[in-house]
């Protein structure tokens, strides 16, 4: 890929993050999650050891911030199912980037896609439901 096309998309995604909702960042995050795992899939296929290492870990790294994203208090039985999923999600990737195992980093991406499906149908009412929520919390407790 030419300089020219990575500056664009790289700018892309920093004017999308800039004007986004926290609802398009968590879509954004996962979006970013399941490149690269496709991406550490085809490492593994060229037996590109370091860019599989690389790819798995922005990865993880997206995995906890989605993690670490979720409202303990307000999202109640389903941010702790989500919490325990998204350790899962680690885990089974530490295990697939030992083993350099693509079936298991597809695992991965089935999950997260599931994830990203039902939140991509959440309607932009909800959202501001949501948001109206969390603007009418005492500071501090969000």
């Given at each position: ?14 004017d ?9 960042v968590i ?19 060229r ?8 790819a798995?870990?922005?990865t993880m790294?997206i995995i ?13 039985e389903?941010?702790d ?5 998204y350790d899962?999600m ?5 295990v ?12 991965v991406?089935?999950?997260l896609?599931?994830?990203?499906s ?19 919390m ?5």
């Amino acid at each position: 890929m030419s300089y020219g096309i990575k500056a664009y998309k790289s700018v892309g995604v920093k004017d999308d993050l800039a004007v986004a909702d926290p609802h398009r960042v968590i879509q954004l995050l996962m979006q970013g999650a399941l490149e690269n795992m496709a991406k550490a899939k085809g490492f593994i296929e060229r037996k590109d050891f370091a860019g599989k290492s690389a790819a798995i870990s922005k990865t993880m790294a997206i995995i906890s911030a989605l993690q670490s994203s979720l409202d303990m208090k307000a999202g109640g039985e389903i941010s702790d199912n989500l919490f325990a999923l998204y350790d899962f999600m680690n885990n089974q990737l530490i295990v697939a980037s030992r083993e350099q195992s693509q079936s298991k980093i597809q695992e991965v991406m089935d999950l997260l896609l599931t994830i990203k499906s039902a939140w991509d149908q959440i309607p932009v009412a909800d959202r501001e439901k949501g948001y109206a929520m969390r603007s009418a919390m005492p500071q501090g407790a969000a």
